[in-house]
């Protein structure tokens, strides 16, 4: 079955795509995505791929996890969140006992609420803040993205302390996640999302406070900018 699906990909594969695909996601030398490889498959045709798929063993959705083509670890992904429902926890491990391979941004944005996440809904957190703390960039990422899950359902609390232990790192991709976190918040409950930007504004990053900010009204949004607030 895996070698079926690699033949489906090779097909699929746009060379001219791919190059512009590596160059999105930064894949020269020192940059995050350093020696990814991409083979130009859109993300729709990636979930296809997946869902026609989604019955390959752990084993073998490992061995694709594993791969250096990027897209072949997007849709191990994908085929975990396929099968995520009725085999929660041993999932959610996994993942957990992978994340060096869910290694660029879309990877986790796509993944990460949707098993981690989910997961953690109506359990203890406390291996989001020890993501949080992680010296690697996608433990990080996938830290506060998960939190989405719980935006979804008007619980925030998670969000404001993570963003609170990333407000100081020093990564962009960083800076980025958790301002579309608070941004989410912000969408349901603008008041709460102030009272945090407030309380931390001297500690935000430009980039943060600009996503987090996007959806206000314009001269609020420019008070915040100008530190008139």
């Known amino acids: 079955m895996l070698s079926n699906l690699k033949q489906d990909l090779?097909?699929?594969?746009?060379?001219e795509k791919a190059k512009i695909l590596q160059g999105f996601f930064k894949t020269g030398k020192g940059q995050y995505g350093e020696g990814d490889i991409f083979l130009g498959i859109t993300v729709p045709q990636s979930r296809s791929i997946a869902k026609k798929y989604s019955s390959l063993e752990l084993n073998k959705t490992q061995q694709l996890l594993n791969s250096k083509i990027h897209e072949e670890r997007l849709i191990?992904?994908?085929?975990?969140?396929?099968?995520?429902?009725n085999n929660q926890k041993e999932i959610f491990n996994f993942y957990l006992s992978?994340?060096?391979?869910?290694?660029?941004?879309?990877?986790?944005?796509?993944?990460?609420p949707k098993i981690v996440g989910k997961f953690l809904k109506d359990k203890p957190r406390e291996i989001l803040y020890e993501l949080a703390k992680s010296k690697n960039l996608w433990e990080?990422?996938?830290?506060?993205?998960?939190?989405?899950?719980?935006?979804r359902d008007n619980d925030f609390e998670d969000t404001f302390k993570i963003s609170e232990i990333l407000l100081n790192d020093k990564h962009d991709l960083i800076h980025k996640a958790v301002g579309w976190m608070l941004r989410e918040i912000g969408k349901r409950n603008q008041e709460i999302l102030e009272t945090f930007?407030?309380?931390n504004y001297n500690r935000l990053p430009r980039t943060t406070l600009r996503y987090a900010i996007e959806r206000f009204e314009e001269t609020k949004r420019k008070d915040y900018v100008k530190g008139e607030i």
């Open 10 to 15: 090779k097909k699929l594969s746009n060379p």
């Open 76 to 85: 191990a992904l994908f085929i975990l969140i396929e099968n995520y429902p």
């Open 98 to 112: 992978k994340t060096k391979q869910i290694n660029n941004w879309d990877l986790v944005d796509l993944s990460a």
């Open 140 to 151: 990080k990422r996938i830290a506060i993205v998960s939190t989405y899950t719980f935006i």
């Open 197 to 199: 930007l407030k309380q």
